[in-house]
């Protein structure tokens, strides 16, 4: 196979970061499977970005991390040694985890976090997925620095269902703050505030040359004259969805989070944070350098954000040098940051490459509302948020707290008591006006709990995943853990169960890791609780995960040990 690319020419700094020992072994039973073997070693780094020298957190002295790059079939086998001043956990965004829970990442919920000079191996195979995905912490806002593309090539003799692309590239959108991340957070912590906004977004680690003492590393991304690239672009912003677009080249869309798609072609796509989409692109135009851009889409007004705009560079190989032959290059046209039309247009474009097998007959029918709320501030202090409360935020009035002494999934395989509760409610507790201009104050407040909704193995499971005004509305990218879903439907206002079921599309639904409920709206996903084990549930929005925007869902374990959740590792970290 043709050498891959790879993101780590385009940056390599670090800090006390981690040291990863990455063996990439082919599964026993897929013969045609390639064997892969990585090792990640951590360096010692300073990062110059906006005028400022940072030291960050990162894994083996690389700025997006290292690409990991398999084929369908394979099997990971994954060091993670930890030498930072963090406690730490990595999460393989996207990857199934048949079986496989203990590798799946989220702290305190599949295991405890890697301590400093603490070291865990994760072990899983990659099934029945291709595309692309990626990797990235889940502990905190170290995923702020901590994280990598995760590509994932078909099969030894098959290919794409697509023209075989020239070249490839992956195009990683970042968010940066001029400041400890983890500082950020943990001030708007103690404060009950919003955080601070980040300074600048960047595509793969370098900002571009719209900001100051930028322009030197912003990142090329070489074409020839005719020939069709396949660019993957994944959203690993902390708390930003982001338009995306490429200076008069029209992007064909082929895939989204390790699924193929039908074909269609765009000028801009959006993505969440947590979301991948890969597109084609054909280089048709004059040899010159053309601006790949990306901004924020922002619905939750009038909240601040961050309103800057990254930039890497197309450049043909057969354009004159710019040293010799300055060049400004062309812009693309991005939609406005509240251009709602704009992302509803690309969300409700996407379809499976054919049609798939939709569950018809629902087992268990859940109603999720997502969105904002605001505790009180303790007794004698005035908070941060408005109205001098806390910021919050709940599913279903729940605001998902994590536990601290175990995690999640080990209380339950070893049968411990008092650490969560699986009484998750099916439906909002109290039912309203959930897009309603003047919600009563009185649903503001949700109620703090570490509560788990329990599924039979093998159940049809459909949510209608409904946004709320509370606080203020906003886009919320929700994503499930060890499993992927279909999107068969999303809309404006309150879900009408009515009404709305018309819009079902049960023929070629994407099928995604990650669904963007829409701002003042809803979306309805469906899956087979078919992978046994506790799975995170939550905003890939990280401030709002932060303030509860979580769930989890425990699946029991089917009949025999191939439905069965595998023991755990023994070198599973402990709390």
Not at 9 to 32: D, I, N, P, R
Not at 104 to 133: A, H, K, M, N, W
Not at 375 to 392: M, W, Y
Not at 533 to 556: K, N, P, R, S, Y
Request: hydrophobic share 40%.
């Amino acid at each position: 196979m043709e050498a891959y690319s790879s993101i780590n020419s385009w940056g390599s700094w670090a800090l006390l970061g981690l040291y990863l020992l990455f063996t990439l072994s082919a599964s026993s039973f897929v013969v045609e499977a390639e064997d892969h073997y990585h090792d990640f070693v951590i360096q010692a780094k300073p990062v110059k970005r906006l005028c400022k020298t940072h030291n960050i957190i990162t894994v083996n002295g690389q700025f997006p991390g290292p690409t990991l790059e398999a084929r369908n079939g394979d099997t990971l086998v994954i060091n993670v040694v930890n030498r930072a001043n963090y406690n730490i956990t990595i999460h393989w965004h996207g990857i199934r985890q048949m079986r496989t829970a203990w590798a799946d990442g989220p702290e305190f919920v599949t295991q405890c976090p890697i301590r400093p000079g603490g070291s865990y191996t994760y072990r899983f195979t990659v099934e029945g997925q291709e595309g692309t995905l990626w990797w990235h912490a889940h502990s905190s806002w170290l995923r702020a620095t901590v994280y990598g593309a995760l590509i994932i090539y078909p099969k030894q003799n098959t290919s794409y269902p697509f023209t075989q692309p020239k070249r490839e590239a992956p195009i990683i959108l970042g968010e940066w703050w001029d400041a400890n991340p983890i500082d950020v957070v943990n001030e708007a912590t103690r404060t009950g505030a919003a955080p601070n906004i980040s300074d600048a977004y960047t595509i793969n680690g370098q900002p571009g040359d719209l900001y100051n003492c930028s322009s030197s590393e912003t990142v090329i991304i070489p074409v020839d004259s005719g020939e069709t690239n396949l660019i993957r672009v994944i959203n690993a912003a902390l708390n930003n969805e982001l338009f995306f677009s490429i200076a008069g080249h029209p992007m064909t869309v082929v895939g989204a989070d390790a699924a193929y798609l039908k074909p269609f072609t765009t000028s801009v796509i959006m993505l969440g944070p947590g979301q991948t989409t890969d597109v084609l692109i054909t280089a048709n135009q004059p040899p010159g350098r053309y601006y790949i851009a990306s901004r924020a889409y922002f619905s939750a007004q009038p909240a601040p954000f961050d309103n800057t705009t990254t930039t890497a560079i197309l450049e043909y190989k057969s354009a004159p040098c710019p040293a010799k032959k300055p060049t400004t290059p062309t812009f693309p046209s991005l939609p406005a940051f509240n251009d709602t039309g704009a992302a509803t247009a690309f969300t409700t474009s996407l379809r499976s490459l054919s049609a798939v097998d939709i569950p018809k007959n629902i087992d268990v029918d859940l109603f999720f509302t997502v969105g904002l709320g605001l505790f009180d501030c303790p007794s004698g202090q005035t908070c941060g948020g408005p109205n001098g409360k806390r910021f919050t935020a709940s599913m279903n009035n729940i605001s998902f707290v994590l536990p601290r002494n175990y995690s999640i999934l080990q209380a339950h395989h070893h049968g411990v008591n008092s650490v969560f509760t699986t009484d998750f409610p099916a439906a909002p507790p109290v039912q309203f006006d959930y897009t309603a201009n003047n919600v009563s104050q009185a649903l503001w407040q949700p109620v703090p709990g570490t509560k788990l909704f329990k599924l039979k193995y093998g159940s049809a499971v459909q949510i209608v995943l409904q946004d709320t005004s509370i606080v203020t509305p906003e886009n919320h990218p929700i994503h499930i853990h060890g499993y992927d879903f279909y999107i068969i439907a999303e809309g404006s206002g309150n879900f009408n169960r009515q009404r709305d079921t018309a819009k079902f599309n049960l023929v070629d639904p994407p099928m995604r890791n990650t669904v963007a409920v829409p701002v003042n709206g809803w979306a309805v996903i469906r899956f087979i609780a078919d992978n046994p084990g506790i799975w995170l549930m939550h905003c890939h929005l990280d401030v709002h995960i932060t303030w509860g925007l979580a769930m989890a869902f425990l699946v029991e374990n089917g009949v025999g040990e191939l439905q069965a959740l595998e023991p755990p590792p023994e070198d599973l970290p402990l709390c």
